[in-house]
């Protein structure tokens, strides 16, 4: 083995190693989401992820960074991404509240495929037949999960879809922004973004939490929030996204477990079987998209 390739190697694991947790984050953050929606609003929820973001990245990134955190070309696009972002995480913790933890995060990784087809109608960029084919399949996995007689029906069902295409639109502005902001930029203004938007209207949904687990709940999705975003911008930052593409999908099974472990839910073979389509295919194509350098691949951010 080549000087090179040993410096390269544990670069890559480290990456892999720092996306792995930082979905495992999100997968805990979702569950945690659901357990504490039987106590508290979706409202005050998204306020503790964002207002803990907020905080937590300006006390530890700013003194280091300082202007350079700040600065920014184009504020009106970061105000449009924090306002995008803020409006998924609510739709995201709505539809949690309706749907099993696994099935959702299944079907909020069908975002990429949203962003092939988006690319294909509105940025004429050329798809292949292959790519058509795994977007298809990718749908028809959806079509799985969210059957007459499943376990997600009605307009519950409708959340996670209109989520998943706001998201291929935030994250073809991500793309085009990412050619001139720094990611921790990025990172602080979405914080603080979401910080006052839910600040907004907290008065009106807030009431007194009921104990302090609660209380330690709703600190563990602002925590969880912020460090897996941290490690995401310490994977990519280490390690190609055609390596780092394919365990993004891990983030479905260790929703599936936390369905498993707090909720005690088990997919159906209909469920499951959609849930393993999805995956697939969404790996699959996102895998090629990382490859050919396109628009870049990311989780969908809870």
Request: aromatic share 12%; proline share 5%.
């Amino acid at each position: 083995m080549s000087d090179n390739s040993a410096r390269v190697a544990p670069s890559a694991l480290a990456g892999i190693l720092f996306l792995v947790t930082a979905v495992a984050c999100f997968a805990v953050l979702d569950t945690t989401v659901k357990y504490v929606g039987a106590t508290v609003s979706v409202v005050v929820s998204v306020w503790f992820r964002y207002a803990f973001q907020a905080v937590a990245v300006s006390a530890f990134m700013l003194p280091p960074q300082r202007r350079r955190l700040l600065r920014t070309a184009h504020p009106r696009f970061q105000a449009l991404r924090g306002v995008l972002l803020t409006a998924i995480s609510a739709l995201a913790f709505i539809s949690l509240q309706y749907m099993p933890v696994g099935a959702f995060t299944a079907i909020i990784m069908t975002a990429p495929l949203v962003v092939t087809l988006l690319a294909a109608v509105f940025l004429n960029e050329r798809v292949s037949a292959l790519r058509w084919m795994l977007v298809a399949g990718g749908f028809a996995g959806t079509l799985l999960i969210v059957r007459p007689g499943g376990a997600v029906l009605g307009w519950a069902s409708l959340l996670p879809l209109t989520l998943v295409v706001m998201y291929a639109w935030f994250q073809i502005l991500t793309s085009k922004m990412a050619r001139t902001e720094n990611p921790l930029t990025m990172h602080f203004y979405t914080g603080w973004v979401g910080a006052v938007l839910s600040s907004l209207v907290l008065p009106l949904f807030w009431t007194v939490l009921p104990d302090g687990k609660t209380l330690a709940l709703l600190i563990l999705i602002g925590l969880m929030g912020t460090v897996g975003h941290f490690l995401l911008i310490l994977a990519f930052a280490r390690t190609q996204a055609s390596t780092l593409t394919p365990f993004l999908y891990s983030q479905v099974g260790f929703a599936m477990l936390g369905d498993w472990l707090v909720f005690g839910h088990i997919p159906g073979a209909w469920e499951f079987g959609g849930i393993a389509l999805i995956v697939l295919c969404g790996a699959t194509a996102s895998w090629i998209t990382a490859r050919e350098k396109r628009l870049p691949v990311e989780v969908p951010e809870p």
